[in-house]
C-alpha cells in the first residue's frame, strides 16, 4: 500500500510539471509495473504562426529596422574556409542558363561578343565558354534549384531571347549569392 502512496505523489508531482503518461504493463492481473514521462513543450500562444523577427523591437514599425547581429568564433570561420578549399574541385547536378549556342562560321567570334556582354551586365554571376563539336556554348551561373536558374532566366531573355535553361554538372555555387541576386533582380 505505500509504494502505491509514493506512487500517487510522483504522479501528482509530475502531473503539475508536465505530461504524465502511464503504460501499464499488466501481468496476471498485477498492478502496473512502469512509469514513462513525456514532458510537455512549453510554448507561448501569442506567438503561433509568426515570425520572430516582426515582434523585435523597432522590426519595420515606424520606418525602423531591427539589427540581428550573430557573434560566433573564428575558429568557425577558419573551418568552414578550410571546408570549401578542400572540397573547391568537387562537382553537383544543378542547372545553368544558356544564352548562347550556334555552329556557323563566326560563332566562335559570337560566342566571345556573348559572353563578354554578360560579363558587363552582371559581373557577379559566373559564366562559361565551350566548345562542343560542332557548337560553341555559353552558359551562366551554377543554380542548385531550377526556381534560381528562373530568376537569371527571366532577366537575361531581354538581352538574349533565346536563353534557356539546361542541366548540367555545375560547380558549387557561392556562399554569399547577395551580391549575385542583388545584381540579377536589380537588373545591373
Known amino acids: 500500500m505505500n509504494k502505491?502512496?509514493?506512487l500517487?505523489?510522483?504522479v501528482a508531482v509530475l502531473f503539475f510539471a508536465g505530461t504524465v503518461r502511464m503504460q501499464a504493463q499488466t501481468v496476471k492481473g498485477q498492478s502496473p509495473d512502469s512509469l514513462a514521462l513525456s514532458m510537455s513543450t512549453v510554448m507561448d500562444s501569442t506567438l503561433m504562426g509568426k515570425s520572430i523577427f516582426s515582434?523585435?523591437?523597432g522590426s519595420g514599425r515606424?520606418?525602423?529596422q531591427s539589427v540581428v547581429s550573430v557573434n560566433q568564433s573564428d575558429a568557425v570561420l577558419k573551418a568552414l574556409n578550410s571546408h570549401i578549399a578542400a572540397n573547391s574541385e568537387r562537382k553537383l547536378s544543378g542547372y545553368r542558363v544558356r544564352i548562347f549556342s550556334d555552329n556557323k562560321q563566326n560563332a566562335r567570334t559570337a560566342s566571345e561578343a556573348a559572353l563578354e556582354t554578360f560579363k558587363g551586365k552582371f559581373p557577379g554571376c559566373p559564366a562559361y565558354r565551350t566548345y562542343t563539336n560542332p557548337f560553341f556554348k555559353v552558359t551562366v551561373g551554377?543554380?542548385?534549384t531550377k526556381s534560381e536558374a528562373m530568376l537569371m532566366l527571366q532577366?537575361?531573355?531581354s538581352i538574349f531571347p533565346t536563353a534557356f535553361?539546361?542541366?548540367e554538372t555545375i560547380n558549387y555555387p557561392a556562399l554569399n549569392k547577395s551580391v549575385v541576386f542583388n545584381s540579377i533582380i536589380s537588373g545591373n
Open 8 to 10: 500517487a505523489t510522483v
Open 62 to 64: 515606424n520606418g525602423s
Open 165 to 167: 535553361i539546361v542541366p
Open 142 to 144: 551554377d543554380f542548385r
Open 55 to 57: 515582434i523585435l523591437p
Open 155 to 157: 532577366q537575361v531573355k
Open 4 to 6: 502505491y502512496i509514493r
